[in-house]
T-cell receptor, first 115, second 112 residues
Framework: DAGVIQSPRHEVTEMGQEVTLRCKPI?????LFWYRQTMMRGLELLIY????????DSGMPEDRFSAKMPNASFSTLKIQPSEPRDSAVYFC?????????????FGPGTRLTVL | AQSVTQLGSHVSVSEGALVLLRCNYS??????LFWYVQYPNQGLQLLLK??????LVKGINGFEAEFKKSETSFHLTKPSAHMSDAAEYFC??????????FGTGTRLLVSP
């Protein structure tokens, strides 16, 4: 079975440009998470969805960041305008709620570099 | 609020030696605890998880962890390190509602 798919794997852009990261969760999973990983701040949860509805976006750093999940098989994380401090690896993860300690399955990540 | 603390940002061992990665948790309720591994340029992968069914949890690749409530610990061990174990390891606690809080990670270095 295909795991979580993220695209692009690498993105280099210039400050001020719009960046869109994409994620396809594992089929049948009802939760989707967006994380950001940096050396300074480690792994941070940005936002997560349940059945395509945003549940907690308290980790989104500022209004320049937005995330959508138009259907069960696709989500986007958009940064507009991008800044050099947004450079990081962004991970998407998905899980299926069975109650208790549900496993999150991570994609390979998108390495974003903002010049 | 739930949180985890990983002691040691880097741990170095020789191939064949015992691996011990430390994780202490803080939780006001019985926690769900996880260990994830991240190989270079990859996403995180579940090693094992504690769900209160058994205090000693066995995971993939020969790793195991023991939940000790009295010590609020969930340390990860492996009897004999292999070169392929070199990676970053993250301890995490569930806040419920599917949300996880990760520790800062421990990079395991394995020398021949």
């Amino acid at each position: 079975d295909a795991g979580v798919i993220q695209s692009p794997r690498h993105e280099v852009t210039e400050m001020g440009q719009e960046v869109t990261l994409r994620c396809k969760p594992i089929s049948g999973h009802d939760y989707l998470f967006w994380y950001r990983q940096t050396m300074m701040r480690g792994l941070e949860l940005l936002i997560y969805f349940n059945n395509n509805v945003p549940i907690d976006d308290s980790g989104m750093p500022e209004d320049r960041f937005s995330a959508k999940m138009p259907n069960a098989s696709f989500s986007t994380l958009k940064i507009q305008p991008s800044e050099p401090r947004d450079s990081a690896v962004y991970f998407c993860a998905s899980s299926l709620r069975r109650g208790g300690a549900d496993t999150q399955y991570f994609g390979p990540g998108t390495r974003l570099t903002v010049l | 609020a739930q949180s985890v603390t990983q002691l040691g940002s880097h741990v170095s061992v020789s191939e064949g030696a015992l691996v011990l990665l430390r994780c202490n948790y803080s939780s006001s309720v019985p926690p769900y605890l996880f260990w994830y591994v991240q190989y270079p340029n990859q996403g995180l992968q579940l090693l094992l998880k504690y769900t209160s069914a058994a205090t000693l949890v066995k995971g993939i690749n020969g790793f195991e962890a023991e939940f000790k409530k009295s010590e609020t610990s969930f340390h990860l061990t492996k009897p004999s390190a292999h070169m392929s174990d070199a990676a970053e390891y993250f301890c995490a606690v569930s806040l419920g509602f599917q949300k996880l809080v990760f520790g800062t990670g421990t990079r395991l270095l394995v020398s021949p």
